[in-house]
């Protein structure tokens, strides 16, 4: 629901918008003041999330296609590698 609502398309996306939404919630709930937030240079979900705000969607503008996350969209992508995630998420994780 969370890609549909936000002009994106994909299952890897969709599952990525809620799990983000999910953790957010749950850390509403328990009554923490901040957020959880993950950058663009901390992992793919943080550029797809960032591009969402940012606008890259913008549907009022009758886009053709829906928001598709691309590796060619992180800046960073030579350092989101999957061989090094443990040591960029494990302490954010932690926090959660």
């Known amino acids: 629901l969370a890609g549909q609502i936000n002009g994106s398309t994909g299952y890897e ?56 996350m691309f590796t060619s969209r992180a800046e960073h992508r030579i350092l989101l590698r999957s061989d090094n995630a443990d040591a960029r998420l494990t302490p954010m994780g932690a926090r959660v």
């Open 13 to 68: 996306e969709a599952a990525a918008q809620g799990l983000y939404a999910g953790v957010n919630a749950a850390i509403a709930v328990r009554g923490d003041a901040e957020p959880f937030k993950l950058s663009r240079s901390d992992a793919y979900i943080g550029v797809l999330v960032d591009d969402l705000l940012q606008g890259v969607v913008e549907p009022s503008e009758g886009v053709e296609e829906p928001y598709r």
